[in-house]
């Protein structure tokens, strides 16, 4: 009679499945989604070969996590349309329309117009587009997460066969010695990656990886967790870059907090990297910690410099900017943001470097993508993915204050995740509240508001119930 029950259970699934749209298809099947295992594999990798997009050779001119993406883009076109038109219209990435709209108007309206930067925006938000199609379940989500940690193992793993011996024994009386030694460990580097970036990637490693540990039941996978986030973070000490170390301290601190569950295995995680940080941290990294506006030897430290400038010009900007065009041919030469001989540094903040091209109306459409970035979030950190893609968003938003590259690629893996994530997750959601609904292909809240004063509609329900039912106490009853 169970047998029986089970058939009769199992055909009334198949017959309602076949009367959803796919996406309510894949809530069926588990929130698996139809992408093949390619997709998934597709964005794991992408990720995992970011750090050598400008160490390995370039193909007719792209970088190979450029053509990354455009294989990721014919996989999309081609398997996964549906999903891109649909998370085009996520509101992340209207505010990212807007944002290009404004830089759009402004630039026209000054002298010397440059729509290069204005392009890498564009093809910023279309790598996210095409991460947001792929991130279409939990499994992608989970291989994106994967790839983030695979990338941050290997290239700690590079730090420390390549440089931590020579840091570990160099000592550094000042902010000045750190830049010196720094610059003599890496100079001979066979991996030509920004120092800066190196920390970055290192970084993220760390709350992934505490993400996996805190939401194991195996003691085995949590020591080992737990390693890999310490390694990881004495790695991000390594290339002595002051914004990659209190990214990776800061977003470790935050994802812990914000993490409800398992307090006294998060209290005992952060201790531990407290501690290997006390004992492994190279002391050198340390003296580089310091940040002054004050000129030694009639120079004031680059970066110190630059934000000084950006603030000073402020008055300039603020209204409609600068211009793209104008930025890079004298203004930013004429206002201490270059070398004096043509050669432009950036903001190196990207809310100044928006502010100087497009002035506050784009600075406003920023922190908008910024507010529907933060909204999309998952809002119960439960397990390991979501925990770990909590971390991705906050390291993002600290790496845009120290970085003018908005259009770098790891903007476009984040956005992505972020927007397409909260589309599937949605979906989930929605399906637990409503389950008869989900399986007989009605609307819910999420589809569209319901007519409170319909007195049809709780009889529909009740009959809907009554027909999924009846076939399995029949089957029971014999």
Known sequence: MGHMANQANGRIRGLASNRLPVASRILLRGHRGPTSKFGPFLLGA?????????????????????????????YVLVRRLDALVKVSRHPVFLAGYLLLSVGLVIESV??????????????MIAGALLVASLCSDERALRAGM?????????????LFLTSYGALDAATAGGFEDASRIRAQVFSGSSLRVNLNTMAFISSQGVFVALAFMLTSHSLIRR??????????????????SRSGTVIAIVSTVIVLLKYKARRLQAIGA?????????????????????????????????RARVYTAAWKGLPEYVGIGVGTGNFFKEWANRHGLGDG???????????????????????????????????????????ASAMALYGIAISLLLWMMATHNLYAKEFSLGLGLIAGAHQWDRRRIASRR??????????????????????VQPRRREEACTRISAPARLADDE
């Open 46 to 74: 992408t990720i995992v070969l970011l750090p050598l997009q400008d160490h390995l050779p370039s193909v007719a001119g792209f970088s190979i996590v450029y053509i990354m993406f455009g294989v990721v883009g014919v």
């Open 110 to 123: 000054h002298s010397n117009s440059d729509y290069s930067e204005l392009m890498r925006y564009g093809s």
């Open 146 to 158: 994967y790839g983030y940690l695979i990338a941050s193992v290997w290239l700690s793993v590079f």
């Open 223 to 240: 020591l080992l967790f737990l390693g890999v986030a310490l390694f990881c973070l004495i790695a991000s000490f390594v290339p002595m």
């Open 270 to 302: 952060a201790l531990v990297l407290g501690v290997g940080i006390l004992i492994w941290a190279p002391d050198a990294a340390f003296s580089r910690l310091q940040y002054s506006t004050e000129a030694h030897d009639g120079k004031m430290e680059g």
């Open 341 to 383: 001989f043509g050669r432009v540094y950036g903001a190196h903040n990207s809310f100044f470097q928006v502010t100087i091209y497009w002035g506050l109306p784009a600075l406003l459409a920023l922190i908008c993508i910024i507010w529907q970035s933060y909204r999309s979030l998952p809002k119960k950190i439960d397990d």
């Open 434 to 455: 409503h389950p008869v609904k989900r399986i007989l292909g009605q609307r819910t809240p999420t589809d569209a508001p319901q007519r409170k004063t319909d007195s």
